[in-house]
């Protein structure tokens, strides 16, 4: 994609790194048991980012390679992970992974797949995948269940850019079939949450893409209302943010 997309979090890693959601591990063991997935198997993570993926299934004993274009981000992953031997990361896209052909008995991406353009994604993981390998696309999607989810939720809206477009951009049920079409996919849901003070609430707002940073225009007023948002809801100083973690399985027609 010869758009920002691949630098858009150049400086967020710090935040990123630190407020960003990992993934269950219940994940790890749904593989295992239903499409016999095992630690002898050699996994693309695709779109790879700082390495919460990767570092998932590495301390299940799988062998990872690492697939990212964003230069910060890579490095911190390789700096995160260097401890595992298991681990590699290349400068690579989903649409030009730079990975051989027929190299990896599966493909993961972890909150990336809405960046990837899919028909040329699809085409490249046909080409590195081993014959019937499996492609597991996971997202962690925040709810909006609670009164103060919803009101974050509001926030977001508010002082976000291009929110709404990029919040289900190639991540419906619609746009998945179409990607794994003629073949069919299984979505499975996981619980997930994350506890937070003022502190990690904040980074974990400006760990995404489309919100303001320090020094923009909108960081100040977006910080008030965060300050009141927490006020209003904390709870011995904490805020809880819970998200459904989806899965989505399926392997594409070779």
Known sequence: MENDSTKRFSTRVVDYVKYRPHYPEAIINYLQQNYGWSKDMVLADIGAGTGISSALFLHAGYTVIAAEPNKEMREKSVALLQDYPAFTAIDGTAEHTGLAAFSVDAVISGQAFHWFDPEKTKVEFKRILKTNGT?????????????????????????????????????????????????????????????????GLRGRLVSSSYM???????YAPMIADLEQLFKKYQKHNSIIIQYDTKLYVGKVAS
């Open 212 to 218: 303001p940073l320090q020094g923009d225009a909108g």
């Open 135 to 199: 492609i597991a696309l996971i997202w962690n999607e925040r709810k909006t269940t609670s009164d103060f989810e919803q009101e974050y939720d509001e926030l977001i809206r508010k002082h976000g850019t291009n929110y709404v477009e990029l919040q289900h951009r190639n991540i419906d049920d619609q746009h998945i079939g179409a990607f794994f079409s003629p073949e069919v996919f299984h979505l499975e849901h996981f619980e997930n949450a994350q506890v937070f003070d003022f502190e």
